[in-house]
């Protein structure tokens, strides 16, 4: 048996993608200089610009290449300007919350926003900032966030979203936004690719100096094949979005009605609170995530433990804590992606039938 359900932490390379990097391999393709081969290579990033912001409802020329999401989020954090306050969810990817405490150290007032027990940010008693980051949806529970009446609300000068995992899962319309941090291999796409797209484009501290690329914002070169395959994901998304989510809301329905069936309890209910149509999260009574999913994984199952960053701790899971959970420990996330099938469901849920013994 070969199941792969743990989308979230990475989605496996599109065919279509790699296709559209294979001209781009093994070729000298560095679209900083001026001759022929480096201005086709600087057009095919250009391209993949412009369908990287559209995702998300940007500008092509707010878009900087990163390594990742972890590089996007510690820049814009990092890098703002005139920063005196900043505000945090308490549910944020890990690489948020260690940026804003190096921000803190630099001397910034922190606040680290409480939730409910959804996930969803408390919007009673927001303090005004300078910055605020708070994510789209959450890597581990799926919970999308009001990040409208967030934003309004705190009054941030500054306001920058992890939208790592609501990119191409949910219609994202985030041009106003200061910054907005995305992650290629989320979507299919090569790894080692992530971007952080700027709302125009100025007005934004370079972000790595010693070079002018990527005008000026960020030095390096700019890796061509991995920048046009991070496009050809962003367009695949773009496009398959309502087919991929009317898919995922049908599998996911079956998957809880299962889990549910077999005594587990859903970290977030659907009914009560938006969430990823492709994430279902479950704990059960007595059973340590990890165990669950190692064993899972015996029988050629891929689940994950929360966050892959954390996959093999044995600490509880921050973000259940942060939602005042029962089982913060128990954590077991389901994460589908475009191939994911109804009759790997149901083996799946065979599976979890024997292991747990119900």
């Not at 998300?56 to 306050?85: K, M, W």
């Not at 919350?97 to 940010?121: M, N, Q, S, Y």
């Not at 920058?160 to 979507?187: E, F, M, N, P, Y």
Request: glycine residues 12%; neutral net charge; proline residues 6%.
């Amino acid at each position: 048996m070969n199941i792969y359900l743990d989308h979230n932490a990475t989605s496996p390379l599109l065919p279509e993608v790699l296709e559209a990097m294979e001209p781009w391999l093994g070729v000298p393709a560095n679209p900083a200089s001026v001759h022929g081969f480096g201005q086709r290579a600087a057009m095919a990033v250009d391209r993949a610009r412009t369908q990287v912001a559209s995702l998300i409802g940007g500008v092509p020329e707010g878009v900087v290449f990163t390594s990742g999401a972890a590089e996007a989020n510690h820049l814009f954090i990092r890098r703002c300007p005139d920063v005196q306050s900043l505000a945090v969810s308490a549910v944020e990817h890990p690489c948020v919350l260690a940026a804003a405490k190096d921000r803190a150290r630099a001397g910034a007032h922190l606040t680290v926003l409480p939730v409910d027990p959804e996930g969803r940010v408390r919007l009673e008693g927001l303090p005004v900032v300078d910055l605020v980051s708070v994510m789209a949806a959450n890597h581990e529970t799926g919970t999308i966030q009001p990040l409208e009446a967030l934003h309004t609300a705190l009054g941030a000068r500054w306001r920058h979203t992890d939208a790592t995992q609501a990119a191409g899962r949910i219609s994202l319309q985030l041009g106003h936004l200061d910054g907005v941090s995305l992650s290629s291999h989320k979507l299919g796409g090569p790894g080692g690719m992530g971007a952080l797209v700027l709302n125009n484009g100025e007005g934004f501290p370079s972000l790595m100096g010693g070079g002018v690329q990527q005008r000026g914002r960020r030095a390096g070169t700019v890796h061509t094949a991995g920048a046009v395959g991070f496009g050809a994901a962003c367009a695949i998304a773009q496009r398959s979005l309502h087919d991929r989510r009317a898919h995922w809301d049908a599998i996911a329905r079956q998957l809880r009605a299962g889990l549910r069936a077999l005594g587990g309890t859903l970290v977030v209910d659907p009914d009560r609170t938006q969430v990823l149509a492709n994430t279902v999260s479950v704990t059960f009574a007595d059973w340590p995530g990890e165990s669950i999913v190692q064993a899972l994984d015996l029988r050629g199952i891929a689940a994950s433990a929360g966050a892959a960053c954390a996959s093999g701790s044995v600490e509880p899971s921050p973000v259940l804590l942060a939602m005042g959970h029962r089982h913060p420990e128990g954590i077991v996330r389901f994460s589908l992606g475009p191939t994911s099938k109804k009759g790997e469901i149901d083996a799946c849920l065979s599976a979890l039938a024997s292991i747990i013994g119900a």
